[in-house]
């Protein structure tokens, strides 16, 4: 036979018979199993052949016995079968939304609250979904955003975004709860003020961010000036660490208070008692108008959306 062209690929048919031939071993119950006529099958092989440049098969009173060339062929093609039928798996997975890579992102509270929530239930049902989260703050988290590099994110807006380019679904406010050491001098009073507050240690986060600004505007609002004693950094694992350590006092958002004093976590922490409540600006559930979500994506804003909805109920 004349050597194969350079460049020769089988088509999806054509490795059919192959592995048809291989499991049945004469060419009449191959072309049954591919549901073609036996002379259609007989031409399909001579072409088959004819590409390849090699004789696959022995023609034998008791059907085809493959040559050393049709043993390496068998062995090929049904590796590219199989990942053929693999690949149609997981696309049709990726168009139910039960597979796919997603990446979104979030500020803590709706983090460790909302987003835990959905992701638990997505992967509970599409547990080779590939789901990465980024907790940042919202600068970074809309600066992801606006470069492809998120596909949603939970977060604020802030005035050097175009909101246009956004879809922009209202979440909720976030409130700030006061976290001490259980051991604090001031961890069981019924009731801390913010004047006994203002002389304390404290931890928060840097200037900017969301909470500690809050806090601060808090302080204003009575007449008090800023506490003077603050240790300043953006984690949180430091936060719960220097906490334990200190009579200092954290704000945190109420979702993060919640784990961190409430079983499985229970870090040995309390909640200070103040009177009113210091709401953060409201977030967002953010994504870009250009980019449409794919079906995984899709799937996951849903369940947060809905864990937001129930927990709204609650409140």
């Given amino acids: 036979m004349s050597n194969p062209p350079a460049r020769m690929a089988l088509k999806p048919a054509q490795l059919r018979l192959l592995a048809a031939l291989?499991?049945?071993?004469?060419?009449?119950?191959?072309?049954?199993?591919?549901a073609i006529t036996q002379p259609a099958a007989s031409r399909m092989l001579a072409e088959i052949e004819r590409l390849l440049?090699?004789?696959?098969?022995?023609?034998?009173?008791?059907?085809?016995?493959?040559t050393e060339a049709g043993r390496l062929v068998l062995r090929?093609?049904?590796?590219?079968?199989?990942?053929m039928n693999r690949m149609g798996a997981e696309v049709a997975a990726m168009r139910e939304g039960d597979a796919g890579t997603v990446r979104v992102g979030a500020v803590t509270g709706p983090a460790v609250s909302y987003l835990v929530a959905a992701i638990r239930e997505v992967k509970a049902q599409a547990p080779t979904a590939d789901i990465t989260v980024e907790v940042l703050p919202s600068s970074d988290l809309l600066r992801h955003l606006a470069a492809s590099e998120l596909d949603f994110a939970v977060g604020r807006?802030?005035?050097?975004?175009?909101?246009?380019?956004?879809?922009?679904?209202?979440?909720?406010?976030?409130?700030?709860?006061?976290?001490?050491?259980?051991?604090?001098?001031?961890?069981?009073a019924p009731l801390v003020t913010l004047t006994e507050l203002v002389g304390a240690e404290w931890i928060m986060q840097q200037r900017g961010a969301p909470i500690r600004?809050?806090?601060?505007?808090?302080f204003a609002a009575i007449g008090l000036p800023e506490p003077a004693n603050i240790v300043n950094t953006p984690s949180l694992l430091f936060t719960i660490?220097?906490?334990?350590?200190?009579?200092?006092?954290a704000p945190m958002s109420e979702e993060v208070a919640?784990?961190?004093?409430?079983?499985?976590?229970?870090?040995?922490?309390?909640?200070?008692?103040?009177?009113?409540?210091?709401?953060?600006?409201p977030y967002y559930l953010l994504s870009l108008r250009r980019r449409p979500l794919s079906p995984l994506a899709q799937r996951l804003r849903a369940?947060?959306?809905a864990h937001s909805d129930r927990a709204a109920l609650l409140v």
């Fill in 22 to 34: 291989g499991d049945h071993g004469q060419l009449q119950l191959a072309a049954e199993a591919c």
């Fill in 258 to 281: 919640d784990l961190l004093i409430h079983p499985p976590v229970a870090a040995g922490l309390r909640r200070l008692t103040v009177p009113g409540t210091v709401l953060v600006s």
């Fill in 303 to 305: 369940a947060l959306i």
């Fill in 213 to 218: 600004e809050t806090t601060l505007q808090a």
């Fill in 53 to 66: 440049g090699a004789v696959l098969f022995l023609r034998q009173p008791k059907g085809l016995a493959p």
């Fill in 76 to 83: 090929r093609s049904a590796l590219i079968l199989r990942e």
């Fill in 241 to 249: 660490a220097y906490l334990a350590q200190s009579d200092a006092v």
């Fill in 157 to 188: 807006i802030l005035p050097e975004y175009d909101a246009n380019d956004f879809d922009i679904l209202p979440m909720r406010d976030e409130r700030v709860s006061f976290l001490v050491r259980a051991s604090h001098p001031l961890a069981h």
